[in-house]
C-alpha cells in the first residue's frame, strides 16, 4: 500500500510490486490478488486517520436501487444498499473502456477514427467521422469529460477493430480484478440486455482508476476544447453537474431508460476523500451532494 496526494488528500493505492498499478497510460501487468473484496480485508496504514461516528450521528436514507458511501483513506464503507445487486451502469461502462485503452497504449499515440457505428439521434456523440486523426489523450477527454458514444466505439474499434472483440477486453479484465457482479457488453454502456455491474464493483473500478494522475485530471476537468489533427475543434462540457461543489473532484455519470440515474463521485473535504456510488437513483446529483453531507457531518476522522 502506498499513498498518493491530491490537492492534500492522501488516497491509498492498490500497488504492484512497489509501484501504483499505472504509470501514465502505458500497460503494466495486473495481480488481481490485490482487488478489494468482501473476502479480503483492506489494508491499512497505521498513520490513517479512521472515521468514528460522531456522538449526534443520524442515519441516513437513500432512495437509488443501489448505493455505496466509502471512505477512500481508510478503506472503511460507511454505508451500502445492496451492494452486490447486477443492475445497468449506463455510462459508467466507459471507466472500464478507460481502464482497457490506459493498459494498452500511449497518451500521445495519433488515432485515426474509423467506421464506427451509427448511433441514434439522441445517443451522446461529440459527431466524430471516420478518417479524422485526434490524439488518444484528447479522445479519453471526450470519453470521460463528456460521455460521447461515438468516441468509446472509435477507441473500441482502434484498439480492437470491432466492438464485440473490445468487449471481450472488457470482461478480461473485470475478471482479473475480482468484478464478480460486472459482465460488459460494448465499450458505451447504451443498452444491452447483457451489460450489467454493481455499486460495489464501481467503487472498486475507481478506486483502480484513481491511480492514474491522468485520468485525475480529466475527471475533475468541467468544461476543455479538443482538436483534430486537421485543427477542428469539438467543446468538452462535463456531465456531472456537481463537480467542483461540496468538494466532488470527480467522477463519471451514467443515464438510460434502464439504467436510471447512475452516478460515481469523489468528494474531498479537510484532507479526507469519501466515494459515492448511486445506481438507479430519482435524483443522482442531489442524492449524491446529501451522501456526501452525510459522511462529512456525521463521521469525525481521529
Known sequence: MSLLIISGLAISLLTLGGMSIFQPFSAVANNPSTTPNANQPYQKSIYTPQPVKKADYQNINVEASSAIIYDLNSGITLYEKSPQKQ??????????????????????????????????????????????????????????????????????????????????????????????????????????????SSAEDVLTLARILYNNKLFQEIVSTTSTKIYNQQGKGYTLTTTNKILGTNGVVGIKTGYTLASGECLVTLAVHEGHGIVTVLLNSPDRFQESKSMIDWAFKNYIWQ
Do not use: C
Open 87 to 196: 443492475r445497468p451502469i449506463a455510462s459508467m461502462a466507459k471507466l472500464m473502456t478507460a481502464l482497457v485503452i490506459m493498459q494498452n497504449h500511449s497518451a500521445g499515440e495519433i488515432v485515426t477514427i474509423g467506421n464506427i457505428p451509427t448511433l441514434n439521434l439522441f445517443d451522446q456523440k461529440i459527431g466524430i467521422s471516420p478518417g479524422e486523426k485526434f490524439q488518444l489523450l484528447d479522445l479519453m477527454k471526450a470519453l470521460l469529460i463528456y460521455s460521447g458514444n461515438d468516441v468509446a466505439n472509435a477507441l473500441a474499434i482502434y484498439d480492437s477493430g470491432s466492438i464485440d472483440a473490445f468487449a471481450e477486453k472488457m470482461n478480461a479484465k473485470a475478471s482479473e480484478w475480482g468484478l464478480d457482479n460486472s459482465k460488459f457488453a460494448n465499450p458505451s454502456g447504451l443498452d444491452q440486455a447483457e451489460g450489467y
